[in-house]
């Protein structure tokens, strides 16, 4: 463990999490981890817990004893471009806060996108890395996550894992261990990836994978517009970056066979398109 521990606060009630969080401003832009925690996280579940990473502390905010309200009140800096959301894969997360709150992620740095990237530009294949694996690398710390593997088993015994309170000592360390390294591995993505047409494709990609399961009929109209390509020497005529495309595809019940295709045909075909 290369990090400082820091005080994990349970979160129940809105007077309880940071000012400069419940209102985000220019005058104070913020870097934060976020993770959440629930029952089959998506638009059909049950989200129990967000968890949010400070310099100083974590919070573990419980939309169980919390109800509807305190995640409400996120919804500003969850949505905020003066605040930064350090998650590693946000697709399911960010279908979760949409469809069952509301909420629309916005401004944030995927680290599952940005080690995709640190690997193509490293000239390696594009690799879409598991929170626990990504740890391990000796790049991001070379940390061992050990107890992931225990909280999965006990998740797989009891599906409403997460649902269960009070919350005990294990989910507490668990969840915050989950966001905890978040901050420190942001900031070697930003020490491996800082060029602008980089980060654009950091943003980008982010943006995108927030909104790929959140899909609806205006085509995303009311969501952030997706940030600009950066002029500059390194993006001009000869070099231009390729376009970044969001396809969904929707498989009916029962069809996941005829997608993957004989041997994953259909997949690969998709994926080479």
């Known amino acids: ?36 925690e629930g029952v089959d996280l998506s638009r059909h579940g049950t989200l129990c817990i967000i968890q949010l990473a400070f310099t100083d502390a974590i919070y573990l905010v419980d939309a169980i004893e919390g109800g509807a309200g305190l995640i409400h009140a996120c919804k500003p800096a969850l949505e905020s471009s003066h605040v930064t959301k350090v998650i ?36 390696q294949k594009r690799e879409y890395i598991s929170f626990v694996r990504m740890l391990a690398d000796p790049l991001f710390g070379g940390i061992s996550y050990v107890e992931k593997q225990e909280v999965r088993l006990l998740m797989n015994r009891d599906p409403n894992f997460w649902k269960n309170r009070p919350l005990s000592e294990l989910m507490v360390r668990a969840a915050a261990d989950d966001v905890r390294y978040l901050l420190f ?26 909104r790929c399961f959140c899909i609806n009929d205006n085509g995303y109209a009311d969501w952030p517009p997706l940030p600009p390509v950066p002029v500059s020497s390194s ?25 993957i295709g004989r ?9 080479s398109s």
């Open 88 to 123: 590693h894969d946000c697709k399911r997360d960010s279908e979760a806060l949409f469809f069952q709150f509301g909420i629309k992620l916005h401004n944030v740095v995927d680290t599952q996108v940005a080690y995709s990237l640190i690997k193509m530009q490293d000239g």
């Open 1 to 36: 463990d290369c990090l400082p521990t820091v005080p994990v606060h349970v979160v129940t009630a809105v007077s309880q999490l940071p000012v400069e969080f419940l209102h985000p401003s220019p005058e104070r832009e913020l870097v934060i981890g976020l993770d959440c």
């Open 235 to 259: 993006a001009g005529v000869e070099n231009p970056p390729e376009e970044e495309i969001l396809q969904v595809v929707d498989i009916p019940d029962g069809s996941i066979g005829r997608l």
């Open 263 to 271: 041997r994953g045909a259909t997949i690969n075909s998709i994926r």
């Open 185 to 210: 591995i942001h900031r070697k993505i930003l020490e491996k990836l800082n060029d602008r047409l980089s980060l654009w494709h950091l943003a980008v990609r982010g943006e995108l994978f927030c």
